[in-house]
């Protein structure tokens, strides 16, 4: 039997480390998905249009993620992560 929730996609503002440690709390919380996209950062003074030339990695990467977050929940996800005083510092 399939219940249908209304929900709505949120990103993360406040992407404390280390993300298995994120992901399971905000699974915990409520979260019905949670999408994660890494993307490598090239390099801003190679600005060559044609696609098919490799550009530049400098090692870096830029990491985003957004959480499929039932809406009868009164707290976000950012609220939950901050709320219960995680760091990457401070580990339990």
Known sequence: MTKNV??????LTFLP?????VFSRLLAAGA???QH???????AELND???LLVQEYRG???VTV???????????PDDVL????????HRR
């Open 60 to 62: 870096e990467v830029k």
């Open 66 to 76: 957004s959480v499929l977050w039932p809406d009868k929940l009164d707290h976000s």
């Open 82 to 89: 901050r709320h219960r005083g995680f760091s990457p510092f």
């Open 6 to 11: 209304q929900a709505t996609w949120i990103p």
């Open 37 to 43: 996209n890494i993307q490598p950062v090239r390099a």
């Open 17 to 21: 480390l280390p993300p298995d440690r």
């Open 49 to 51: 249009p044609d696609p």
């Open 32 to 34: 019905l998905e949670i």
